[in-house]
């Protein structure tokens, strides 16, 4: 199993790069939020990465963070969402988006992604809503970037390899929710009317550090 690939961009397309591992070229398919912030051509990158088997056919799937791939590897388990439309809820909504739509049963929000349609959309709603507190109470041990390999090396005319703006700044939103979901389950809150509260505040207030979090979760939860 091909879990990361470390390299050099050497061709971008409309949804797959190939990137250059010390002289082997891998064809990576991407969403299109990835694909946006990857670096440009000549410079070095990283994904972790998932890797589809079929009969005729190995396809390499890549995401910037290992949240967005558990997130791929769930929405696929889902009947009827194959690895295209995984990608493109995904590259609709990114990783805390889909935590978000899927916690507060938006079905709309998942219709969103190409392809999906309103049955589908309420299908992922109805079989992932369980597990999707459970992600996002991991959301701090996997919201890392994919890190570069020390062995790489720019090339000569190429600028330093800059980390994926969209990426980092998702990763930071997910470790928050993730740590103010903690902090909730903590206090004796129960896993699914934490998770949604969480992605309420999260919604409402998307930049709110984790103390912010908690305070409107808190009060979204306290009785009426």
């Known amino acids: 199993m091909i879990g990361k690939i470390s390299g050099r961009v050497d061709w971008k397309g409309s949804d797959s790069v190939l990137i250059d591992v010390r002289g082997v070229g891998y064809i990576v398919h991407v969403n299109d939020r990835t694909l946006a912030a990857l670096p440009p051509v000549g410079e070095a990158c990283a994904l972790f990465t998932d890797l589809l088997v079929r009969e005729d056919l190995l396809q390499l799937f890549g995401f910037p963070t290992m949240l967005e791939k558990e997130w791929h590897k769930l929405l696929m388990t889902v009947q ?112 699914g009317d934490a998770a949604q509260a969480v992605a309420t505040a999260a919604g409402e207030a998307p930049e709110a550090e984790a103390p912010a979090l908690i305070r409107a979760a808190l009060k979204l939860l306290a009785p009426r």
């Not at 739509?101 to 309103?118: C, E, K, M, N």
């Not at 597990?131 to 994919?146: I, N």
């Not at 062995?151 to 700044?169: N, Y």
């Open 80 to 191: 009827g969402v194959g690895a295209k439309a995984s990608m493109a809820i995904l590259g609709a909504l990114g990783a805390e988006g889909v935590a978000r739509a899927i916690t507060l049963g938006d079905a709309r929000a998942v219709q969103a992604a190409p392809g999906v349609g309103p049955k589908l959309a309420q299908r992922v709603i109805l079989e992932l809503k369980a597990k999707a507190p459970a992600v996002m109470a991991r959301g701090v041990s996997l919201a890392g970037t994919a890190e570069l390999d020390e062995v790489i090396e720019p090339l000569p005319a190429a600028k330093p390899a800059r980390a994926a703006p969209k990426a980092a700044e998702g990763a930071k939103r997910a470790a928050q929710s993730a740590d103010a979901l903690s902090a909730l389950l903590n206090l004796g809150y129960g896993q």
